[in-house]
């Protein structure tokens, strides 16, 4: 600051004066505007920049009053100034205590705070925002039950606070695959997901909860049990109009075979019709159209296995197919069913009996090879195959696999 050369008064509106007698060089920037401007100070409790008549008409500022704004030619270029976007201010008495040594909150457009920063580079701004709330509105969130607590700490390593920024340290097996010498990298587009599929795979996860829908399933605490609109879509098929139809409805059903005993059995009527290529609706397929559709609406909760408990199987046989099912402590696991051939149709009783139990555990043999369990046979003189002194090929083939 320097000495005014020529010191004057200021008069307010209350006839009231300030002697101006300082002055001083600030620089001014906006945009592409930087110049170091003389002012006049005058001591008042607030800051401000008033750019005068001298300024105005050094740089001969043209003045536009419907567009409010100011133009003027500097470094060969000329530029147009617009004026701040200011909005009403808030009540000061709901934002804080103390308003007096709050700062003014200044509402900028968007439009204009991004040509600003595009504007000026050379300096990075500091922005806030402030959301507003009556401070009786309730977060929502609780403190968590004991049990809950308990859990999250069981598993904090799962969600750590801070996530590691360096790789994992090397392993004493460093697993690789070799490449075979000569052969050429694989170059297949990528595997397209069903988006209704991948919508539930990367769905968010829930937790603390009792139910979930998970692909076309109902998961709860009770089992597995097939989901309600899957059902309803079902049940609400109209009538088989052509090959098509057929395919259709036996695709979606077939979905959902381990909930309903005998399956193959039921829906062979219909099946029968796509052995010809002219679709021919019978009586017996009418009969079996909505005999499945009454199966659907009464399917069973399934049981989730557990494999520190005896598995139970149980198998029949009839004309048309076979049939069993996976039970734990009489719950059922999931039900298996086959249609038979015309060559295993012409099997004896004893026969088809003997493939249906070898078609039950090769079915579940993944269920049923670790560990002893129940076996449930309709025939008596299947109780009887270890002590067969005389078997036929077939029979030995399927002891086999039965001993094995």
Excluded at 163 to 180: F, G, K, S, T, Y
Excluded at 246 to 275: C, E, N, Q
Excluded at 279 to 286: E, H, I, M, R, V
Aim: glycine share 4%; hydrophobic share 35%; with cysteine.
């Amino acid at each position: 600051m320097t000495p005014h050369p020529t010191p004057y008064n200021v008069s307010w509106i209350d006839a009231s004066t300030i002697l101006v007698k300082m002055q001083c060089y600030v620089r001014l920037k906006m945009s592409t505007y930087d110049e170091k401007v003389l002012y006049d100070i005058l001591p008042m409790k607030i800051g401000s920049i008033i750019l005068g008549r001298p300024w105005l008409y050094d740089h001969e500022v043209q003045l536009a009053g419907r567009a409010n704004t100011c133009s003027f030619i500097y470094g060969g270029r000329r530029l147009v100034w617009y004026p701040s976007m200011r909005l009403p201010s808030l009540p000061t008495q709901s934002l804080t205590t103390s308003s007096r040594t709050t700062p003014p909150a200044i509402v900028t457009n968007g439009c204009i705070f991004q040509r600003e920063l595009e504007q000026n580079r050379e300096f990075t701004p500091v922005c806030y925002t402030v959301t507003l709330s009556d401070g009786a509105t309730n977060s929502g969130h609780e403190n968590p039950t004991p049990e809950v607590t308990h859990l999250l700490e069981e598993y904090a390593d799962v969600f750590p606070a801070e996530l590691p920024n360096e790789l994992p340290p090397l392993r004493h097996i460093q697993h690789a695959i070799d490449r075979v010498p000569g052969a050429t990298l694989p170059n297949l587009p990528h595997y397209r997901m069903d988006p209704v599929k991948y919508k539930e795979l990367y769905g968010q996860c829930s937790l603390f909860t009792t139910k979930v829908s998970f692909l076309a399933f109902i998961l709860s605490s009770r089992g597995v049990a097939a989901d309600p609109s899957k059902i309803d879509a079902i049940t609400a098929w109209p009538k088989l109009r052509s090959i098509h139809d057929v395919h259709s409805f036996i695709g979606l059903a077939t979905f959902y075979r381990r909930f309903i005993p005998g399956f193959s059995g039921v829906t062979a009527p219909i099946t029968d019709i796509l052995k010809s290529d002219k679709f021919k609706w019978t009586p017996s397929a009418y009969k079996a159209f909505e005999l499945l559709k009454k199966l659907m609406t009464e399917a069973r909760v399934l049981k989730l296995p557990d494999f520190n408990k005896l598995f139970e199987v149980a198998c029949d046989a009839s004309g048309v197919g076979i049939g069993g099912v996976l039970s734990q402590e009489g719950h059922p696991i999931e039900y298996f069913s086959e249609k038979m051939n015309e060559t295993r149709k012409r099997y004896d009783k004893y026969n088809r009996e003997f493939y249906a139990l070898i078609q039950a555990l090769r079915h579940w043999h993944h269920y049923l090879l670790p560990k002893e369990f129940v076996l449930f046979l309709h025939h008596s003189a299947l109780h009887h195959l270890h002590v067969q002194r005389k078997v036929s090929d077939r029979h030995a083939r399927w002891i086999a696999y039965d001993v094995g």
